[in-house]
């Protein structure tokens, strides 16, 4: 069965540092990887996508890298801000083959930025 | 536009009652989908449905039910609760479930305990 995991449950830096969250996937071969925002109470909030045959993708201050050889995505926040502190989650989506784009979600990592 | 809508936001049940989680969304998104987020487990996909009509399982389906009349809807029936449905259940939708375009919008979630 399909397998994500994201490193570390949670993860504390410093503001005005990156941020760099880690997603392995095992099993399958996504066609796409979203990544989403979830504020404590809250639903998760869509950040950003990423296709297979993109190697990075930035918006803002956000970056996501995809090698699909590795089975690992890397979400990258630079110039964090205590603002960015959350839970992300890693999502990488079940499309080969298949009219039925479902996401499997990772149990997310906790981010703290400091001040 | 309201987005995706929940109720109700908290629910306090006994074992064995049966409840019903409303979900909507006047966003015209026909697909839309139940996950479960539990401590440690990150969010479980229960049920979906790709249009009115079409219902399928998801990864842990036991104990509940759906069903999807209209666009709109999509509520959620847990049959006869047990503690360990105890969870928060958040409801979700998209444009499509296909690839590039099944950016989940989520709704606020429902916290629910079974006594």
């Known amino acids: 069965s399909q397998k994500i995991e994201q490193n570390s449950e949670a993860l504390n830096i410093q503001e005005g540092k990156t941020a760099t969250l880690t997603c392995n996937y095992t099993?399958?071969?996504?066609?796409?990887l979203q990544w989403y925002r979830q504020d404590p109470g809250r639903g998760p909030v869509f950040l950003l996508l990423?296709?297979?045959?993109?190697k990075e993708k930035r918006k803002e201050r956000l970056k996501v890298t995809f090698d699909t050889t590795l089975k690992q995505s890397l979400f990258h926040i630079t110039a964090s801000q205590p603002a960015d502190s959350a839970t992300y989650l890693c999502a990488p989506t079940a499309d080969r083959g298949s009219t039925l784009g479902r996401l499997y979600f990772g149990r997310g990592t906790q981010l703290t930025v400091w001040p | 536009n309201a987005g995706v809508t929940q109720t109700p936001k908290f629910q306090v049940l006994k074992t064995g009652q049966s409840m019903t989680l409303q979900c909507a969304q006047d966003m015209n998104h026909e697909y839309m989908s139940w996950y479960r987020q539990d401590p440690g487990m990150g969010l479980r996909l229960i049920h979906y449905?790709?249009?009115?009509?079409?219902?399928d399982q998801g990864e842990v389906p036991n104990g509940y039910n759906v069903s999807r009349s209209t666009t709109e809807d999509f509520p959620l029936r847990l049959l006869s609760a047990a503690p360990s449905q105890t969870s928060v259940y958040f409801c979700?939708?998209?444009?499509?479930?296909?690839?590039?375009?099944?950016?989940?919008?989520f709704g606020p979630g429902t916290r629910l305990t079974v006594l």
């Open positions: 099993n399958y071969s996504p066609a796409y």
């Open positions: 990423i296709r297979e045959n993109e």
């Open positions: 449905s790709v249009g009115a009509g079409i219902t």
């Open positions: 979700a939708s998209s444009y499509s479930n296909r690839g590039p375009f099944n950016e989940q919008f």
